[in-house]
């Protein structure tokens, strides 16, 4: 294995760098000359004879590798040993003051020369007298540790001139592994070989297209510009000079005269003018065989090339297949790097796009939130268009000035005209963009727009609407914008759907929630009524606590409260279930414990698709008392205790037992009396006000109500509601509500006369 003299190996392992890459390898190994053609090249450069190398390893000076010349130069005649310490091959003992010059450089790690060393080569009869210049470099790894010396010597009559062109090249080396820019790698070598060069030459090299189909100019510093330009883009193809030739044979050519050679027909007058008459091309290679470009040695006369001019073409076309190879790979790392980032722009951009859009439930506001998001990421304008009662309406702009976005609201798409782009993307599902105005009336030439995409906002395939994207300058939109614009559309038309739903949903909730409550409270002779409802949630779940009062004949009164086990749609049918079941028999029936087993008996008889949960239930009738009160008869059927509130006395439970309903067809029912005098309170509560949580997970319970109501109280039922949620909320605080809420007070009055009840519902 020879090395160029005097050159060390750079190190191509750092931080960022793959020591297991197979181009580091490559790199590594070209460096290094480890194959036969490169031991080849240098012979026929610098001779067989008049070089010496060893390679050098430990502070040992273990012999790794060393030609011929160097054992002779060192005395050791025909004893070639390799992977043993130097000082064994070394028979002079004068020798040792070499052994001294390497321990030296080992240590310090410094670079020594030592200049017009003389030496016997061979021994006997062919023994003659040399002089070198040994050079010994301390060899460094990757952490710029010594890991060994190199020694290189040349013949100092001989190879002054290969000293200095071996200095050049190692310079280009060590400029590929710091990765110097292309351009500068290949200049400086073309001006080396040229200045170095024992005759006039002329170097260029031409850089192949990814597809290798085509040259282009890489460095040619020496060649008239007009040349230059002529030749770049030339095909790579048999007969198309030298350097296209070469580069279609992936082998050398060599025209000694252009004047007279036929691969110059074409380019016979070009080279006339440049002032070129021979040149030789050689092409440069990857690793994969595949083509890089092409080295090309040009001559003012006709020549045909020596040997050693073969030799430097080769290496220094290896030279430029490293630099190139090394160029590319950064830039396919770059390109990744690019791509990655654009790729997180992208999802980042996405991802606040898509929070806004998922921020508010309002159908129209997402909408209005898109054309946000898209100008001016996307486009300088931006509006939407959906259709509303067979029409197509504008419900978003977004533009730079108020003045353009007033013209973009102005502008309605006619939903049916064949000659408008929105109609048309509505019409078909599909995006459409265009590097001009849309078709269409418009007010086009005054927001000077020069460019539309329209993406469709789709709902199972069909579109509901249409974004537009709008430019005015020389921006186009390239594939990457028309590809984010229709995901973000697509996000958003999702977005969309979901908040219509959700208003929808929320206002079929409303609706049929409406439906179970009383719109509002009745009057009752003799009764002060108030009432509280809060449903858990915000707004779709439907509450199971229902609550009524509705009159009977005779000036009596039925009401009730209650809770249904479960939430949403199946609770809310089963509320509806006892409220009407208890509204259609209650006329009908003669007290309140009648009308407990009819709904008791109507939710065993339900369908399983209505649910089967059960209910808690408390049911009563009551009946102003003349000069003032209530009679109230009820039944309690498995729910929490009605408190009887009196301003003097704490608030005490009223007894009664019974089962809770939709168990069992014989539920035990008692029914109980009571008599509220003027100023007294029934209180109907649900279990969601006693189980309430405070954010040490403690239950506001039976005890905290009744504390809650001991303290003395105006004797109206809405004072009573309003100081029970206070104290709730105070208990909970920030913790929210887990369960539904519902409460009924009935608080007796004076009254001087008792007024029967209409007998029509409320």
Same mark, same amino acid.
């Given at each position: 294995?020879?090395?160029?003299?005097?050159?060390?190996?750079?190190?191509?392992?750092?931080p960022?760098?793959?020591p297991?890459?197979?181009?580091?390898r490559?790199v590594?190994a070209?460096?290094?000359?480890v194959d036969?053609?490169?031991?080849h090249?240098?012979?026929?450069?610098f001779g067989?004879?008049t070089?010496?190398f060893?390679?050098?390893?430990?502070?040992?000076?273990m012999v790794?590798?060393?030609?011929?010349?160097?054992f002779?130069?060192?005395?050791?005649?025909?004893r070639v040993?390799?992977?043993?310490?130097?000082k064994?091959?070394m028979?002079?003992?004068?020798a040792?003051?070499?052994?001294?010059?390497?321990?030296?450089?080992y240590?310090a790690?410094?670079?020594?020369?030592?200049?017009d060393?003389?030496?016997?080569?061979?021994?006997?009869p062919?023994a003659?007298?040399?002089?070198?210049?040994?050079?010994?470099e301390p060899r460094?790894d990757?952490?710029?540790?010594?890991?060994?010396?190199?020694v290189?010597?040349v013949e100092t009559?001989q190879v002054k001139?290969?000293?200095?062109?071996?200095?050049?090249h190692?310079?280009?080396?060590?400029?590929?592994?710091?990765?110097?820019?292309?351009?500068q790698?290949?200049d400086?070598?073309a001006?080396?070989?040229?200045?170095?060069a024992p005759?006039e030459?002329?170097?260029?090299?031409?850089l192949?297209?990814?597809?290798?189909?085509?040259?282009?100019?890489?460095a040619?510093?020496?060649l008239?510009?007009?040349?230059n330009?002529a030749?770049?883009?030339?095909?790579?193809?048999?007969?198309v000079?030298?350097?296209g030739?070469?580069?279609h044979r992936?082998?050398?050519?060599i025209?000694?005269d252009i004047?007279?050679?036929?691969?110059w027909?074409?380019?016979r007058?070009l080279?006339?003018?440049?002032?070129?008459?021979?040149c030789?091309?050689?092409?440069?290679?990857?690793?994969?065989r595949?083509l890089l470009?092409?080295?090309?040695?040009?001559?003012?006369v006709?020549?045909?090339?020596?040997?050693s001019?073969?030799?430097?073409?080769?290496?220094?076309a290896?030279?430029a297949?490293?630099?190139?190879?090394?160029?590319?790979?950064e830039?396919a790392?770059?390109?990744?790097?690019?791509?990655?980032?654009a790729a997180?722009?992208?999802?980042a951009?996405?991802?606040? =796009?898509?929070t806004s859009?998922?921020?508010?439930?309002d159908?129209t506001?997402t909408?209005?939130?898109?054309?946000?998001?898209?100008a001016p990421?996307?486009a300088?304008?931006?509006?939407?268009d959906v259709?509303?009662?067979?029409?197509?309406?504008?419900?978003?702009?977004t533009?730079?000035?108020p003045?353009?976005?007033?013209l973009l609201?102005?502008h309605?798409?006619?939903?049916d005209?064949?000659?408008?782009?929105?109609s048309?993307v509505?019409?078909?599902g599909l995006?459409e963009?265009?590097r001009?105005t849309p078709?269409g009336?418009?007010p086009?030439?005054d927001l000077?727009v020069t460019?539309y995409l329209?993406?469709p906002?789709?709902?199972?395939?069909s579109a509901?609407?249409?974004?537009?994207?709008?430019?005015?300058g020389e921006?186009v939109f390239?594939g990457?914008?028309?590809?984010?614009a229709?995901?973000?559309?697509?996000r958003a038309?999702s977005?969309a759907?979901n908040a219509?739903?959700?208003t929808q949903?929320?206002?079929?909730a409303?609706d049929?929630q409406?439906g179970?409550?009383l719109?509002?409270v009745?009057?009752?002779p003799g009764?002060?009524?108030?009432?509280?409802?809060h449903?858990?949630?915000?707004?779709l779940?439907?509450?199971?606590?229902?609550?009524?009062?509705f009159?009977l004949e005779e000036?009596?009164?039925?009401?009730m409260?209650?809770?249904?086990?479960g939430?949403?749609?199946t609770?809310?049918t089963t509320t509806?279930?006892v409220?009407?079941t208890?509204?259609a028999?209650?006329?009908l029936?003669p007290d309140p414990?009648a009308v407990?087993?009819?709904v008791n008996?109507?939710?065993?008889d339900?369908?399983s698709s209505?649910g089967?949960?059960f209910?808690?239930?408390?049911y009563?009738?009551?009946?102003p008392?003349?000069?003032?009160?209530?009679?109230?008869?009820?039944v309690?059927?498995g729910?929490?205790?009605?408190l009887?509130?009196?301003a003097?006395q704490?608030p005490?439970?009223?007894?009664?037992?019974?089962?809770?309903?939709?168990?069992?067809r014989?539920?035990?029912?008692?029914?109980?009396?009571?008599?509220l005098?003027p100023?007294?309170s029934?209180?109907?509560?649900?279990?969601g006000?006693t189980?309430?949580?405070?954010e040490h997970d403690?239950q506001?319970g039976e005890?905290g109500?009744a504390?809650a109501?001991a303290?003395?109280?105006?004797?109206t039922?809405?004072?009573?509601?309003?100081?029970?949620v206070?104290?709730v909320?105070?208990f909970?605080g920030?913790?929210?509500?887990d369960d539904?809420q519902?409460?009924?007070v009935?608080? =007796?009055t004076?009254t001087?006369?008792v007024?029967?009840?209409?007998t029509?519902?409320?």
């Amino acid at each position: 294995m020879t090395r160029v003299p005097g050159q060390q190996p750079p190190a191509t392992a750092g931080p960022g760098s793959d020591p297991d890459s197979g181009f580091e390898r490559d790199v590594q190994a070209r460096i290094d000359g480890v194959d036969g053609r490169s031991d080849h090249d240098l012979r026929a450069l610098f001779g067989q004879s008049t070089a010496v190398f060893a390679s050098l390893a430990g502070p040992a000076h273990m012999v790794e590798d060393a030609n011929a010349a160097f054992f002779s130069a060192i005395g050791a005649g025909e004893r070639v040993r390799t992977r043993i310490p130097l000082k064994d091959v070394m028979p002079q003992p004068e020798a040792q003051g070499i052994l001294k010059l390497l321990d030296r450089v080992y240590r310090a790690g410094e670079r020594h020369t030592g200049p017009d060393t003389r030496t016997v080569l061979d021994h006997g009869p062919a023994a003659r007298e040399a002089f070198f210049d040994f050079t010994y470099e301390p060899r460094l790894d990757a952490a710029g540790n010594v890991m060994g010396v190199l020694v290189t010597g040349v013949e100092t009559t001989q190879v002054k001139q290969a000293q200095r062109l071996t200095a050049e090249h190692r310079a280009l080396l060590e400029q590929i592994a710091r990765q110097a820019p292309l351009e500068q790698v290949l200049d400086g070598m073309a001006r080396t070989i040229e200045e170095l060069a024992p005759e006039e030459v002329l170097v260029s090299v031409l850089l192949a297209d990814t597809e290798g189909r085509h040259l282009h100019h890489g460095a040619a510093p020496s060649l008239p510009d007009f040349y230059n330009q002529a030749i770049d883009g030339i095909a790579a193809g048999e007969g198309v000079g030298s350097c296209g030739t070469a580069a279609h044979r992936r082998q050398p050519v060599i025209v000694s005269d252009i004047a007279t050679d036929p691969f110059w027909d074409d380019f016979r007058d070009l080279a006339g003018k440049a002032g070129v008459a021979a040149c030789w091309s050689t092409p440069i290679l990857a690793r994969d065989r595949s083509l890089l470009g092409t080295f090309a040695m040009y001559h003012r006369v006709p020549r045909a090339p020596q040997e050693s001019d073969l030799a430097l073409a080769r290496m220094f076309a290896d030279t430029a297949a490293l630099a190139i190879e090394r160029h590319q790979a950064e830039q396919a790392r770059a390109l990744a790097e690019a791509r990655e980032e654009a790729a997180r722009r992208d999802l980042a951009f996405l991802l606040a =796009a898509s929070t806004s859009l998922t921020s508010d439930l309002d159908h129209t506001e997402t909408l209005r939130r898109l054309t946000t998001a898209c100008a001016p990421a996307l486009a300088p304008l931006c509006t939407v268009d959906v259709i509303d009662a067979g029409r197509v309406k504008r419900v978003a702009t977004t533009a730079p000035s108020p003045r353009e976005e007033r013209l973009l609201a102005s502008h309605i798409p006619v939903y049916d005209a064949d000659d408008d782009a929105v109609s048309r993307v509505l019409a078909t599902g599909l995006s459409e963009v265009a590097r001009r105005t849309p078709t269409g009336p418009g007010p086009w030439n005054d927001l000077n727009v020069t460019g539309y995409l329209c993406v469709p906002l789709l709902d199972r395939g069909s579109a509901f609407g249409v974004m537009t994207l709008l430019t005015t300058g020389e921006d186009v939109f390239d594939g990457h914008t028309v590809a984010l614009a229709e995901e973000l559309a697509r996000r958003a038309a999702s977005a969309a759907l979901n908040a219509r739903q959700y208003t929808q949903r929320a206002a079929l909730a409303r609706d049929l929630q409406s439906g179970l409550l009383l719109p509002e409270v009745p009057n009752v002779p003799g009764a002060d009524i108030a009432t509280y409802y809060h449903p858990a949630g915000e707004g779709l779940n439907i509450g199971g606590d229902f609550y009524d009062v509705f009159p009977l004949e005779e000036g009596t009164w039925a009401f009730m409260l209650g809770d249904v086990c479960g939430r949403g749609a199946t609770a809310a049918t089963t509320t509806a279930l006892v409220r009407h079941t208890a509204r259609a028999v209650a006329p009908l029936l003669p007290d309140p414990e009648a009308v407990v087993r009819a709904v008791n008996k109507a939710l065993l008889d339900r369908p399983s698709s209505h649910g089967t949960g059960f209910v808690t239930l408390v049911y009563g009738h009551l009946t102003p008392v003349a000069g003032g009160g209530l009679d109230i008869t009820l039944v309690r059927a498995g729910h929490t205790h009605p408190l009887l509130i009196d301003a003097r006395q704490t608030p005490r439970p009223v007894a009664g037992e019974g089962l809770l309903l939709g168990i069992t067809r014989t539920p035990d029912l008692t029914a109980r009396h009571i008599r509220l005098q003027p100023t007294q309170s029934l209180l109907l509560y649900t279990d969601g006000i006693t189980e309430a949580r405070d954010e040490h997970d403690e239950q506001f319970g039976e005890e905290g109500l009744a504390n809650a109501l001991a303290t003395p109280l105006p004797a109206t039922a809405a004072d009573v509601i309003d100081t029970l949620v206070r104290a709730v909320r105070a208990f909970s605080g920030a913790g929210g509500i887990d369960d539904d809420q519902a409460a009924l007070v009935l608080t =007796a009055t004076a009254t001087a006369a008792v007024t029967p009840a209409a007998t029509s519902g409320t």
